[in-house]
């Protein structure tokens, strides 16, 4: 089942030091918790999601833990294609 909500329908980018700082903390902790479940989807999902929310500062250092996630939850090709854009096709 898809969510309704998505990163790649409408761009959405947070600023992380305006009153956003919660939130950010808020869906971290949030992935930490559901990573500490084995629900490791749910947990690379949520990477996307903050990584989306502001990709050039990566505030909550994301960029260290997506790696992980997409490895636990079997998303090789999504990794490849992360890692290595110009050769991925």
């Known amino acids: 089942m898809k969510s309704a909500i998505s990163p790649k ?14 939130f950010f903390i808020a869906l971290f ?3 930490n918790f559901v990573g500490s479940r ?7 999902t949520f ?5 989306s929310l502001d990709p050039d ?5 994301i960029l260290l833990l997506i790696d992980f996630y997409a490895i636990k939850a079997q ?3 999504w990794l490849v ?7 991925a096709n």
């Open 75 to 77: 998303q090789y090709t």
């Open 47 to 51: 990477c996307k999601l903050l990584l």
């Open 9 to 22: 329908n409408s761009i959405i980018l947070l600023s992380y030091f305006l009153k956003k700082r919660a």
């Open 38 to 44: 084995a629900c490791y989807n749910t947990a690379w």
């Open 57 to 61: 500062n990566d505030p909550v250092g």
């Open 29 to 31: 902790r949030h992935l």
């Open 81 to 87: 294609t992360a890692s290595f854009p110009c050769i």
